[in-house]
């Protein structure tokens, strides 16, 4: 009983950590965060830094309003890249997937979410009746889905 209390302690507290991340001014974001932030995306417009955690992440925009979501490490590595991209730029196989699956259904926005060399898709799929979030690989597999 004491293991299973210290589990759900340590889990809550992990979620709490992860859920509730920090507004900071960019002066208290690390050098190597920021100039490797700089070097990488010298367009981004409206940025926005938290602390999430023991990471850094930073919102931004480069262009008219495509929206970019990245998490560093503390020693400035991406661990992840979240960016709006358009329907288009989606592989033929996600289209093609989403064309066979989802065929009622009509696409409202789409992301390409990068963590290490793994690239996935989450695209929001909705029409009058429901709305679905659904994750595929670059090769068109659901990964995920879920019901909004």
Not at 32 to 59: C, M, R
Request: charged share 30%.
């Amino acid at each position: 009983m004491k293991k299973q209390i210290t589990l759900i302690a340590t889990v809550l507290s992990l979620i709490s950590t992860a859920t509730f991340a920090q507004d900071i001014h960019a002066s208290e974001v690390p050098s190597v965060v920021s100039n490797n932030f700089k070097k990488q995306f010298p367009k981004a417009t409206d940025i926005e830094w938290e602390l999430d955690g023991e990471n850094f992440n930073v919102d931004f925009e480069i262009g008219w309003g495509t929206d970019h979501e990245i998490w560093y490490d503390a020693a400035g590595n991406i661990l992840k890249h979240e960016e709006e991209i358009s329907k288009g730029n989606l592989p033929n196989e996600v289209t093609s997937k989403i064309n066979t699956e989802f065929k009622d259904l009509s696409i409202d926005g789409v992301k390409k979410i990068t963590e290490g060399k793994q690239v996935t898709y989450e695209v929001e799929l909705e029409n009058y009746k429901e709305e679905w979030k659904v994750f595929f690989s670059t090769t068109g597999e659901i990964l995920h889905k879920i019901n909004d």
